[in-house]
């Protein structure tokens, strides 16, 4: 899967590891601190409880990134307003584990989460989280973001955004016009914020030009 590759790329660019940090999630979804948020993750994905990672990401951004496999605006609208099926989120999140260790080279229980360092972006609070690898050099800071009731959630369009802006570009090409494509334009357009959080942080280090410029004009396409 494209979305997958993309993401998997990106995790394996995660120097020195950093000291992992015990924390839970609870029944309200999201984790009491940014470091939580990514140690419940890894700990859901290592475990194969692939519907747990729905209390510690945002169901519409993972939404949008499956869209980019060709489901129609249909379809993405279905899934923004009804909810992800269980086996798209199982297929999803099983791909990803099954080949972390491929792209990685360290198995998902390897990784080692460290400190974050909270900020924010238009009103939002946002947290850069230290992931890095036991075994292999390298790391990255993976960005987690305060949901609704104040939890923390991974933003998967913080974190990895950037490499998904031209895909995403020819994708609102192709939505043409209805309800539907306009529901995923609004939920696209929602992304702004961790959006640019991407372009300040630059999680996996320096971004291109070309890269920044797709991000600029994804936003713009959006009305941003």
Request: charged share 20%.
């Given at each position: 899967?494209?979305?997958?590759?993309?993401?998997?790329?990106?995790?394996?660019?995660?120097?020195?590891?950093?000291?992992?940090?015990s924390?839970?999630?609870?029944?309200?979804?999201?984790?009491?601190s940014?470091?939580?948020?990514?140690?419940?993750?890894?700990?859901?994905?290592?475990?194969?409880?692939?519907?747990?990672?729905?209390?510690?990401?945002?169901?519409?951004q993972?939404?949008l990134?499956?869209?980019?496999?060709?489901?129609?605006?249909a379809?993405t609208?279905?899934m923004?307003?009804?909810?992800?099926?269980?086996?798209?989120?199982d297929?999803?999140?099983?791909?990803?584990?099954?080949?972390?260790?491929?792209?990685?080279?360290?198995?998902l229980?390897?990784?080692?989460?460290?400190?974050?360092?909270?900020?924010?972006?238009?009103?939002?609070?946002?947290?850069?989280?230290?992931?890095?690898?036991r075994?292999?050099?390298?790391?990255?800071?993976?960005?987690?973001?305060?949901?609704?009731?104040?939890?923390?959630r991974?933003?998967?369009?913080?974190?990895?955004?950037?490499s998904?802006a031209?895909?995403?570009?020819?994708?609102?090409?192709?939505?043409?016009?209805?309800?539907?494509a306009?529901?995923?334009?609004?939920?696209?357009?929602?992304?702004?914020?961790?959006?640019?959080?991407?372009?300040?942080?630059?999680?996996?280090?320096?971004?291109?030009p070309?890269?920044?410029?797709?991000?600029?004009?994804?936003?713009?396409?959006v009305?941003?």
């Open positions: 899967m494209f979305v997958l590759a993309m993401m998997l790329v990106a995790a394996a660019a995660c120097t020195a590891p950093a000291e992992p940090e924390t839970t999630t609870t029944t309200l979804g999201g984790a009491a940014p470091e939580g948020a990514l140690t419940a993750l890894f700990d859901a994905l290592a475990a194969g409880n692939y519907q747990d990672t729905a209390l510690v990401t945002f169901d519409d993972l939404a990134m499956i869209s980019l496999e060709g489901y129609d605006s379809d609208a279905f923004l307003s009804d909810g992800l099926p269980e086996q798209v989120r297929n999803f999140w099983k791909s990803f584990s099954a080949g972390f260790p491929v792209f990685a080279e360290e198995d229980a390897g990784v080692l989460i460290g400190g974050g360092e909270e900020f924010s972006v238009e009103g939002k609070g946002f947290a850069t989280v230290a992931v890095a690898l075994q292999s050099e390298g790391s990255g800071d993976w960005i987690a973001r305060r949901d609704a009731q104040g939890r923390w991974l933003d998967l369009f913080a974190t990895f955004g950037p998904f031209a895909p995403f570009r020819d994708w609102l090409g192709r939505l043409g016009s209805s309800p539907d306009e529901v995923a334009k609004a939920a696209l357009a929602d992304q702004r914020a961790g959006l640019l959080a991407a372009l300040q942080r630059q999680p996996f280090g320096p971004l291109s070309k890269t920044m410029a797709e991000v600029d004009s994804l936003l713009f396409e009305g941003l």
